[in-house]
Nanobody, 117 residues
Framework: VQLVESGGDSVQPGGSLRLSCAAS???????????MSWYRQAPGKERERVAI????????KYADSVKGRFTISRDNVKKVVDLQMKSLKPEDTAVYYC????????WGQGTQVTVSP
């Protein structure tokens, strides 16, 4: 099982990015069994959950700091989880990680997002 994030970049405040997490090693039915989430970790700070999405795309929750700006989605056929980020702020700068939680927990390697003028 492997999670690979992509889409991280350097953008100016107010910009947008779309992060993607591609899962491999899951069968279609087993990927459906995993709750997927995005976390981030800024330098010197603890890792925090940004967004979470249920097995069938239900029960979506966001951290207060990103509500209204970030959107999480998943495609169980393609086995991909995306994080659309808009109106980015410097405080969104962090390494963003994808996590799969089910019988086991898996993490991706992370993708860097930098928001600066």
């Amino acid at each position: 099982v492997q999670l690979v994030e992509s889409g991280g970049d350097s953008v100016q405040p107010g910009g947008s990015l779309r992060l993607s997490c591609a899962a491999s090693g899951f069968t279609f039915s087993s990927f459906n069994a995993y709750v997927m989430s995005w976390y981030r970790q800024a330098p010197g700070k603890e890792r925090e959950r940004v967004a979470i999405i249920g097995r069938s795309g239900e029960n979506i929750k966001y951290a207060d700091s990103v509500k209204g700006r970030f959107t999480i989605s998943r495609d169980n056929v393609k086995k991909v989880v995306d994080l659309q980020m808009k109106s980015l702020k410097p405080e969104d700068t962090a390494v963003y990680y994808c996590r799969a939680q089910g019988d086991s927990t898996y993490w991706g390697q992370g993708t860097q997002v930098t928001v600066s003028p």
